[in-house]
């Protein structure tokens, strides 16, 4: 940043950019990070200003990693995941031992320093696949070459279970900001109260949940202590249908912020009352279109002009598709490469570098060479096998024979007949021909509709039912088609059942295969 990152010349900064984006006359709020000089900048410029809740649950988190039984804990399981996952053997026994023991074909998770939750995944991770990690790390081909690799023990395990049950808490909150499809404001003083009272230490508690609820309170105790502060999150809770009953304030707490939000409501009004102007009516317009418009003989003539014109020319309506092209041609030129490509594949460290700093609009970009950098290693050691090996494999033949079938039904399924003899069905089931054009419209409205909608129930569904479920429909009003096409001279409204089919097939492809 030019001319430093002191809060003086950051508050001069923000000034400027409130006046170069004509905010002057609207209610401006800061959200920052915790560094101290963002929040000093706020409190400079008189912006008022909330803590990022994301940044604070981060931190907080940070801190109970860093108890020492969980740290050396974490170190544990760390080495082991790596481990896993650059061992093609390790990775082949542990699927074994996962089929036998009934558990799910999971891969082991390994944690990223940046992101918190990945530390939690990870020993949750741990503690599902337990029994089959240990029963792989005794197998005499895994540790081969490998004596120093350490197995857990019952008092690893059970540190484990406390270590999640510890910060469970923290990783619903964490998932609850980022499931929200509209983050705001209302919902960080409730989240916060609710994990003071879950990090309360109890009776009950062992000497790992204790150091981790300690470690995680002490940090959130320094957040969010500010008088206007408090004022800015209290008030959009109370304003949010969900949290306004405030049921995590005392008595005295929520009367103070209804009387605040009343005021501020009545004060809004009374502004609003007195910048109320007079509504000029505007001058009566005299006259009509077809005055203004000349009508005669000429007036055919050019609707005959243009409608010639639109007949003759309309395949000049294809250009229309060039225009993303070309503009991406003059684009492209001008965006940086890859990072990952550009220190994976060619190796180009000061390129990547360039590149993140460009991209992601910072100098230190150490953190995420780093982590390219490990994704490089880890590919390093990974085994490439051939299309021929991938068919011996057991562990992912039927995965392949699936995808290929699935992409041979894929073509095979008979869509495209649908979509290159539409009108020719249409015209044999009685339509006429002026109409056509028109219901071939809907046929990609229907597809549109069918792939927004798969769109939104797919991770809720799952792949494989919507897979089957759109080749069995397909398969069924493929048949009725053929049946309604057969009887169509025979009643009179079989042609609109065929028309109904055609729809139907073209939604069950869409919403699946």
């Known amino acids: 940043m030019e001319g430093g990152e002191s809060s003086a010349h950051v508050a001069e900064l923000l000034s400027r950019v409130v006046e170069e984006w004509q905010l002057s006359d609207k209610d401006v709020v800061l959200v920052t990070d915790n560094a101290s000089n963002m929040i000093a900048a706020a409190e400079f410029g008189k912006f008022p200003h909330v803590k990022c809740f994301a940044h604070t649950l981060n931190l907080a988190s940070q801190r109970a990693l860093k108890v020492a039984t969980l740290s050396r804990?974490?170190?544990r399981f760390r080495r082991i995941s790596t481990f896993f996952h650059r061992s093609t053997t390790a990775n082949h026994y542990l699927k074994e031992k996962q089929k036998c023991l009934g558990l799910k074909n999971h891969k082991l998770i390994t944690d990223v320093a940046t992101r918190w939750n990945s530390a939690y995944d990870m020993v949750e991770r741990f503690?599902?696949?337990?029994?089959?990690?240990?029963?792989?790390?005794?197998?005499?081909?895994?540790?081969?070459?490998?004596?120093?690799?350490?197995?857990?023990?019952?008092?690893?395990?059970?540190?484990?279970?406390?270590?999640?049950?510890?910060?469970?808490?923290?990783?619903?909150?964490?998932?609850?900001?980022?499931?929200e499809s509209n983050p705001t404001v209302s919902l960080i003083a409730p989240i916060n109260a609710q994990l003071f009272q879950d990090m309360t230490?109890?009776?009950?508690?062992?000497?790992?949940?204790?150091?981790?609820?300690?470690?995680?309170?002490?940090?959130?105790?320094?957040?969010?202590?500010?008088?206007?502060?408090?004022?800015?999150?209290?008030?959009?809770?109370?304003?949010?249908?969900?949290?306004?009953?405030?049921?995590?304030?005392?008595?005295?707490?929520?009367?103070?912020?209804?009387?605040?939000?009343?005021?501020?409501?009545?004060?809004?009004?009374?502004?609003?009352?007195?910048?109320?102007?007079?509504?000029?009516e505007a001058p009566e317009v005299t006259g009509t279109l077809e005055e203004e418009t000349p009508d005669g003989p000429s007036a055919p003539k050019r609707k005959a002009s243009s409608s010639s014109l639109l007949e003759t020319r309309w395949n000049y309506l294809f250009t229309f598709l060039a225009l993303p092209?070309?503009?991406?041609?003059?684009?492209?030129?001008?965006?940086?490469?890859?990072?990952?490509?550009?220190?994976?594949?060619?190796?180009?460290e000061a390129g990547a570098e360039r590149a993140f700093q460009r991209l992601l609009g910072k100098k230190d970009v150490s953190q995420e060479l780093e982590e390219v950098h490990a994704e490089s290693r880890a590919q390093d050691n990974v085994h490439t096998a051939s299309v021929l090996q991938l068919l011996r494999s057991q562990a992912v033949r039927w995965q392949l024979i699936t995808i290929i079938v699935s992409m041979a039904c894929y073509q095979l399924c008979g869509l495209n007949a649908i979509w290159y003899y539409t009108?020719?069905?249409?015209?044999?089931?009685?339509?006429?021909?002026?109409?056509?054009?028109?219901?071939?419209?809907?046929?990609?409205?229907?597809?549109?509709?069918?792939?927004?909608?798969?769109?939104?129930?797919?991770?809720?569904?799952?792949?494989?039912?919507?897979?089957?479920?759109?080749?069995?429909?397909?398969?069924?009003?493929?048949?009725?088609?053929t049946v309604f096409l057969h009887f169509q001279d025979s009643m009179s409204w079989m042609p609109y059942l065929s028309y109904v089919c055609i729809l139907a097939v073209i939604a069950s492809f869409c919403s699946g295969p």
Do not use: W
């Open 73 to 75: 804990l974490l170190g």
């Open 127 to 179: 503690l599902e696949q337990q029994p089959a990690i240990c029963a792989t790390l005794l197998s005499p081909e895994v540790r081969k070459g490998q004596s120093d690799l350490c197995t857990l023990n019952e008092k690893d395990v059970s540190n484990a279970e406390d270590a999640v049950s510890a910060l469970k808490p923290m990783k619903d909150a964490t998932t609850l900001m980022s499931e």
């Open 201 to 280: 230490g109890t009776i009950g508690d062992s000497p790992m949940i204790h150091a981790i609820k300690n470690a995680i309170k002490t940090d959130l105790l320094k957040r969010y202590n500010s008088e206007a502060e408090k004022k800015i999150l209290h008030t959009a809770s109370a304003l949010d249908p969900r949290f306004k009953g405030l049921p995590f304030l005392t008595v005295e707490e929520r009367l103070e912020v209804y009387r605040g939000v009343t005021e501020e409501a009545a004060s809004s009004e009374n502004e609003r009352t007195l910048r109320r102007t007079e509504v000029t």
């Open 325 to 348: 092209a070309v503009l991406q041609l003059c684009v492209m030129p001008f965006l940086p490469e890859s990072p990952r490509y550009l220190l994976i594949e060619r190796r180009d």
């Open 423 to 481: 009108n020719g069905i249409l015209r044999d089931a009685g339509f006429a021909d002026n109409i056509i054009p028109y219901i071939t419209l809907t046929t990609g409205a229907i597809e549109t509709l069918a792939a927004i909608i798969s769109g939104l129930v797919i991770e809720r569904i799952g792949r494989r039912p919507l897979l089957i479920f759109g080749f069995v429909s397909m398969a069924v009003f493929f048949s009725l088609l």
